[in-house]
Every structure is written in C-alpha cells, then in structure tokens.
C-alpha cells in the first residue's frame, strides 16, 4: 500500500512559533521562525474592503476564505487519484482590517503589482476528513 503510505508527503506541513500580542485596538500576529508578521485593526464597525481590492464587495471575497473543499495526491504508477473531501461546520469568516503585513514568502516570489484582496479571522472551526475515493486517472 504504498499509494497511501504516501499520501501527506507531498505537503511539507511544519510547525512554527507564533505570536499574538493586542495593544489598545491593535492585535499583532508574527513568526520569527517563519518570517511575517501582520498587525489587524480590532473593531466592531463595519469594515471596508482593502484599498485596490479586486472585490467589490465582502461576499464575493468570503467565496476565496478558507481551504478547497478536496485535497488530492495522485499515483501515476498506477495512473490513479485519491481525492479526499474536507468537511468544515460554523465556517463565519470574520473581516478583518489589516494595518501593515510582511510575509517573507511573498517577497520571495518576486510578484509585480500585488494587492491585499481581502482578510478573514476565523476560529473554533471543527473540520474532519471523509474517507478517500480512489478513481482511474482518465
């Protein structure tokens, strides 16, 4: 069974340090180890889409919050695909107001012209996978 020996190999998942400190009406998130850092407004009025947002409105950027529903690992050996289905309750993305981020990640991507699209806190998410299906790679 090495197909599914295999299956969370490709990921590279890591932990990290993280930490949260909150000053006056400022929360700020940050990683040494993993190099960002984000700093959010916390308030309880209605919050406007980041400057430049190719969103015009909070719904339609919800729709990009949070993980794909399906994760997949492919065995080309036996030409076939384990697709698995993530299953998320309570998802209530909350907009949040960022005030200034770094992420080394991004600035190693050399990417031209990006834009903070939008920002969500979420929490308390109780999320579970369902059995995998194996299918022939067509």
Do not use: C
């Not at 919050?65 to 080309?76: E, I, S």
């Amino acid at each position: 069974m090495e197909f599914f020996g295999n299956i969370f190999t490709h990921y590279n998942y890591t932990t990290t340090d993280i930490e949260q400190t909150k000053r006056e009406n400022l929360k700020k998130i940050k990683s040494t180890q993993s190099k960002f850092e984000i700093t959010i407004e916390l308030t309880e009025d209605e919050i406007s889409l980041p400057e430049n947002s190719p969103f015009t409105e909070w719904k339609d950027a919800r729709k990009f919050a949070g993980p794909l529903p399906h994760t997949f690992t492919v065995n080309r050996k036996n030409k076939t695909i384990l697709t698995i289905l993530g299953v998320r309750q309570n998802w209530k993305p909350k907009p949040v107001k960022v005030e200034s981020y770094y992420f080394d990640f991004l600035n190693q991507l050399k990417l031209q012209n990006i834009v903070l699209a939008s920002a969500f806190e979420v929490k308390n998410i109780p999320y579970s996978w369902e059995k995998g299906k194996i299918e022939k790679w067509k």
